[in-house]
């Protein structure tokens, strides 16, 4: 099993829509959670971070956490084309070290 | 202006040849990472330090080595033994250990 589990799309939705992106992870004892987003060819961009279980706002984007289900997502509403890209999910669990995903692709159509 | 700075964007290395990729940050975060990223793949964690003078293997630390001689800096040698370098390099910071993380621009190396 892998350390971050994330669904490598490409998730397509049309403008104005709600994004949805899912990642699990399987170490129980990770306390911090990340969503990157990353455009081709460029560095990562952290966009949300959470620490605790519920729901987390900062303005179009909300992270939801619920570690009984080891589970994290992230909501873009209202996407626009700008938000296509690629969205990585990062956990730092026990061991210190920060595990990514291996990325959604998002693709927002006109 | 704070931030992280990785050099050089473009690397060219021969078959046999160790090269070495710079990171430097000032934004005074004790962890530093070195991840690689392959084409249409995740980061893949090769080395991380929590501190000054230590630091730990990642999930793929073979054919490569770092060093942690100052809190700013955070160096990676691509030796001759890593069979398949040719790939995205990123380094990124973070404050401490469970908080967020910061990248570089990346280094891209091409085996030539």
């Known amino acids: 099993q892998k350390e971050v589990e994330q669904n490598s799309g490409p998730l397509s939705v049309p403008e104005g829509a709600i994004a949805s992106l899912n990642c699990t992870y399987s170490?129980?004892?990770?306390?911090?959670f990340f969503w990157y987003r990353q455009y081709s060819g460029k560095s990562p961009e952290l966009i949300m971070s959470?620490?605790?279980?519920g729901d987390k706002e900062d303005g179009r984007f909300t992270a939801q956490l619920n570690k009984a289900s080891q589970y994290v997502s992230l909501l873009i509403r209202d996407s626009q084309p700008s938000d296509s890209a690629t969205y990585l999910c990062?956990?730092?669990?026990?061991?210190?070290?920060?595990?990514f995903g291996t990325g959604t692709r998002l693709q927002v159509t006109l | 202006d704070g931030g992280i700075t990785q050099s050089p964007k473009y690397l060219f290395r021969k078959e046999g040849q160790n090269v070495t990729l710079s990171c430097e940050q000032n934004l005074n975060h004790d962890a530093m990472y070195w991840y690689r990223q392959d084409p249409g793949q995740g980061l893949r964690l090769i080395y991380y330090?929590?501190?000054?003078?230590?630091?730990q293997k990642g999930d793929i630390a073979e054919g490569y080595s770092v060093s942690r001689e100052k809190k700013e800096s955070f160096p990676l040698t691509v030796t001759s033994a890593q069979k398949n370098p040719t790939a995205f390099y990123l380094c990124?910071?973070?404050?401490?250990?469970?908080?967020?993380?910061?990248f570089g621009q990346g280094t891209r190396l091409t085996v030539v």
């Open positions: 959470i620490y605790s279980n």
């Open positions: 990062a956990v730092d669990g026990t061991a210190s070290k920060l595990t």
């Open positions: 330090s929590q501190i000054v003078n230590d630091f």
């Open positions: 990124a910071s973070s404050l401490g250990i469970n908080t967020e993380a910061f």
């Open positions: 170490d129980r004892g990770s306390q911090s």
